[in-house]
């Protein structure tokens, strides 16, 4: 299997740009095609499923899929805390990347994304990741509102999670 370091998962032309290494980044192998995990990931039934705090998405508006532009409504949940989000797909390259960025109201929260790369043996390389782009006075606010101080520590422990789940899924 060709391993593929995070970092080589933010570079070339699907990669975000401006936004320097990731926050928390997760990567695993997954005995399935890239076509199958992609289209777990871009299910937002299943993605809320594999989510460690998601805990509900639905398309907003036209055209209700993943393509670049579209729009999706989250809900979240860690405990008694709930809170909303909205996201806008950024990159939507079927069997290769899904990217979302994610806002409250108008401030920026999040850059969420699915790198999956195949390898010989016929089932992929998938490494999530996300970049914090919450402004520095909102941080505070939003430990509050999630009960999350650490975000980077969370995140690294919800990728984790959420990738096995993905694993666990696609090679049903």
Not at 36 to 61: F, I, K, M, P, Q
Not at 101 to 115: I, K, Q
Not at 130 to 143: H, K, N, Q, V, Y
Request: glycine share 10%.
């Amino acid at each position: 299997m060709t391993a593929m370091s995070p970092s080589d998962a933010h570079t070339g032309p699907t990669g975000p740009t401006g936004l320097g290494q990731p926050d928390a980044t997760g990567q695993i192998a997954v005995a399935a095609p890239t076509e199958r995990v992609y289209a777990l990931v871009t299910d937002l039934r299943v993605l809320a499923e594999l989510g460690e705090e998601v805990s509900a998405h639905r398309w907003v508006g036209r055209p209700g899929a993943a393509v670049v532009g579209a729009r999706f409504r989250g809900s979240n949940r860690r405990g008694a805390r709930r809170w909303c989000t909205t996201a806008r797909v950024t990159a939507a390259d079927p069997g290769r990347c899904f990217a979302f960025e994610v806002r409250s109201g108008p401030l920026p929260v999040s850059v969420w994304r699915y790198d999956i790369r195949a390898v010989a043996d016929g089932g992929c390389l998938v490494v999530e990741s996300t970049w914090d782009r919450r402004p520095r006075w909102f941080r505070g606010l939003t430990a509050l509102a999630t009960g999350v101080r650490e975000r980077t520590a969370v995140n690294d422990h919800n990728i984790a999670r959420t990738l096995s789940r993905l694993k666990e899924r696609a090679e049903r």
